[in-house]
């Protein structure tokens, strides 16, 4: 996975000949959390908030630019030998974290771009991102990954919408 220092305007990916919907609505978009082991990263001891967290899930239910194949965590020490995929499980859905991206647009519409890994650096490697994200998160609009699974899975989103009225 590419390294992007935080706050960076984000071109990872941008392919003319794919078209990127999520580019062409927010070319503003700034890079969160595309972190690397060769890169110091800030962190914290302190757990986030975890009303926030769960925004972030619910953020995380509905990635953009889903990608072939998956990635494993480069700051993990080791990779899992069987090839098993970073995933986790809230209630009875499961949500894999190694294939696609975050998109979190705050009220204002700034909008943030991370690697779908964002929840897995936060809770298990400490990542702290800055405080402008964690303000966009508490404020944020529906995702546009949100708006278009909307359309093709409405099950889906009334699941991510049970989750982010249950954070408040």
Known sequence: MAYFEDLTLYTYEQNPVWGDEITQAYPEALN??????????PTSTEPPDPLLLRRLLAHT???VRLMLGFHQCHLCPHAPEDGA???IRIGDRELFLDNGEVLVVGRE???FRAPIML???????YYRPPEIFWEALRESVPSAGEQVEAAAHPQRLAWAERLLQSVG
């Open 119 to 125: 929840y897995h650096y936060i809770t298990v490697h």
């Open 32 to 41: 969160i959390g595309w972190l690397d082991q060769e890169q110091p990263f």
């Open 61 to 63: 239910a509905h990635p």
């Open 109 to 111: 519409g700034q909008a």
């Open 85 to 87: 995929r970073l995933r």
